[in-house]
């Protein structure tokens, strides 16, 4: 029987990562995302699908984890004083946010007929952002640390932080829950302000001996278990006060942000943190019933459509109240329009304290279910509807007429420095780039440098390229400066052409383009730094400059191979670090090898060829 059980429990967790393997890349190929891979595969085989698992409700709560863990490393991130500096978003934008959402979608369930309590309930369940989802395309857009995706990620910790003042306030709307006293409440309250105060206090003086102490025992296995105690105690601690499991985690990686162990907490977590995220997005889809969805269809479509778009309006209109930018008012609008797993505590208290009864709850759950699916289609759909951001042109001159003898294309790190010996030298040089920025911070170090995209050839001639002695290729993306090679030699077969070349394969490449001279971005840097190392180890200069030529000649013999059979070829060249054997010396011998007795010097002398 215990092996029958314990077979049915493994087919539960094959089952759980073949959907997510499955699934992911191929919404991802499809260009969805990984999150809608997983909930829709959280579809299929939950209790309303296939039928695979019966019961979400288990693997929700301990996939719940992944966003603790997701939290406890946005925390590690989040020093206290870029936390302290985001006071005014935290309970200023926030609260008004929370607020006037509230307020709006409150509204939505009174023009539907509903009570106020449940209008109140519902709307104030969904106005709690997910923060799983949001996060989670802030990190894929790598916007986190954003100014725009920290007043995001404000907002997420004003709302973890309302879920004590709402069930507090589901507490007194329910019948009979105006028996309850002031003394009582203020009790809660006080509850969950001692339990953060508590977590401050700890991580500020007991975190950091601890780990300290745990380092010094030199035992790998107990670190990554101490990790996981901090995390899910600071949960732990928050949850049995009151608060939320998210914001205990949080805290807890923000008071460890500075210290010498944040790295290697975060790398100990880390591979928690990813599987168990995907785990919580496969149980919310398991969670959805479709019975539901399907006998009560325009309730929830209508009330799916209303919630989210009256909450976009809130917080489009919030942004925009507290001056942000419309683009940043519509992103803002459109990631946070959903409701989250916040809600089903919510709506689980005023279903247990009959507010709501049961199929209301099952039916409010659905509806936040479906926002959560409805996100990253709906971020989707911004990206392709929103046309991108015009680059000023204020301030910057456009490539026009330019006469100099020498066109660089491309000015950052490289160009910069390719340019120093040419304009030593009085070479008149013009120089184009199609970064507004860039050009304007090269003005300020006294570059004159114009705005042109070299791989349009109407640029190129206004930049002079067919009046120029030579052009210098020197961007840095691969697939640009081949193109641009191509377009030059097509054009101005005559024109010498220098160009960077990003790695081996794009130098290969740009031969074949026609460029006169190229050379890896790398190469060069690389060499100086190996004979550098030879001579920290004691090597003689003399000798170093020899291995190095050396380097060079195996180099150069290799590339002509590359250039004749394809970049696999030539690897007797390398000198690798697994015994192979070392290859013939490209450098001529310094002199001729001579016999040592008259036997030898016989076969040498039969062995030379006759004239």
């Avoid at 984890?65 to 925390?75: S, T």
């Avoid at 991580?203 to 010094?216: I, K, M, S, T």
């Avoid at 030529?549 to 004749?564: K, M």
């Amino acid at each position: 029987m215990a092996a029958e059980a314990a077979g049915s429990d493994l087919i539960h967790v094959v089952a759980l990562l073949a959907a997510g393997v499955v699934a992911v890349p191929i919404f991802k190929r499809m260009g969805l995302g990984s999150i809608l891979g997983y909930l829709a595969a959280g579809v299929v085989i939950g209790p309303f699908g296939i039928g695979i698992f019966s019961e979400s409700e288990a693997i929700l709560h301990v996939a719940e984890l992944g966003v603790v863990m997701f939290l406890f490393i946005i925390g590690l991130e989040m020093q206290p004083s870029r936390l302290w500096g985001l006071r005014r978003e935290i309970f200023g934008l926030g609260a008004l946010q929370v607020g006037v959402c509230a307020l709006l979608l409150t509204g939505v369930g009174l023009a539907g007929g509903f009570p106020i309590a449940q209008s109140f309930v519902a709307g104030a369940g969904f106005v709690l952002t997910s923060t799983a989802i949001v996060m989670q395309l802030l990190e894929e857009r790598g916007e986190i640390a954003v100014p725009k995706g920290q007043r995001i990620v404000s907002i997420l910790l004003l709302e973890d932080l309302a879920i004590v003042p709402l069930l507090a306030l589901i507490a007194f709307l329910a019948p009979g829950g105006a028996d309850m006293s002031l003394t009582q409440r203020l009790t809660e309250v006080g509850i969950g302000l001692a339990a953060i105060l508590g977590l401050v206090l700890a991580g500020r003086f007991l975190l950091n001996p601890f780990f300290r102490v745990l380092a010094d025992a030199r035992a790998r296995e107990v670190m990554t278990a101490a990790a996981l105690l901090v995390v899910l105690g600071s949960a732990l601690a928050m949850q049995l006060s009151g608060l939320s499991m998210a914001m205990g985690a949080f805290l807890a990686g923000v008071l460890l942000s500075e210290s010498t162990f944040r790295h290697q907490l975060e790398a100990d977590i880390e591979p928690f943190r990813g599987v168990l995220l995907g785990l919580f997005f496969l149980a919310v889809g398991m969670s959805l019933n479709l019975q539901v969805v399907v006998e009560n269809w325009r309730l929830v479509a209508v009330y799916v459509v209303a919630y989210m778009v009256i909450k976009a309006i809130g917080i489009y209109l919030v942004a925009r109240i507290l001056k942000a930018g419309h683009r940043e008012a519509i992103e803002r609008a459109v990631f946070m329009a959903q409701g989250g797993e916040f809600a089903f505590v919510l709506y689980s208290a005023a279903a247990t304290v009959g507010i709501i009864d049961s199929q209301a709850n099952a039916t409010l759950t659905a509806i936040v279910i479906i926002s959560m699916v409805l996100t990253p289609l709906a971020t989707l759909a911004l990206r392709y509807l929103t046309p991108r951001d015009e680059q000023s042109l204020e301030g910057v001159d456009i490539a026009d007429g330019l006469t100099g003898s020498v066109l660089i294309i491309g000015f950052g790190r490289f160009g910069q420095i390719a340019s120093q010996p040419l304009l030593l030298r009085g070479i008149d040089v013009s120089i184009i780039d199609n970064e507004v920025e860039m050009i304007q911070a090269a003005a300020d170090f006294g570059f004159k440098v114009y705005y042109g995209d070299g791989t349009r050839l109407d640029i190129l001639r206004a930049a002079g390229a067919g009046r120029a002695r030579a052009v210098l290729i020197c961007v840095d993306k691969p697939d640009v400066a081949v193109r641009i090679a191509e377009l030059i030699k097509a054009e101005f077969p005559l024109l010498t052409v220098l160009a960077r070349a990003f790695d081996r394969g794009t130098a290969l490449q740009l031969i074949r383009a026609g460029v006169d001279f190229q050379i890896r971005e790398t190469f060069e840097s690389a060499l100086v730094f190996g004979g550098s190392t030879l001579e920290a180890l004691g090597v003689d200069p003399a000798e170093v400059a020899e291995v190095i030529e050396d380097v060079r000649h195996r180099d150069a013999a290799r590339f002509e191979l590359q250039l004749a059979e394809g970049v696999r070829a030539g690897a007797r060249f390398l000198k690798g670090n697994i015994g192979t054997p070392i290859p013939t010396p490209l450098s001529q011998p310094r002199r001729t090898g001579q016999a040592l007795n008259e036997e030898t010097a016989d076969v040498l002398h039969k062995s030379e060829p006759a004239d």
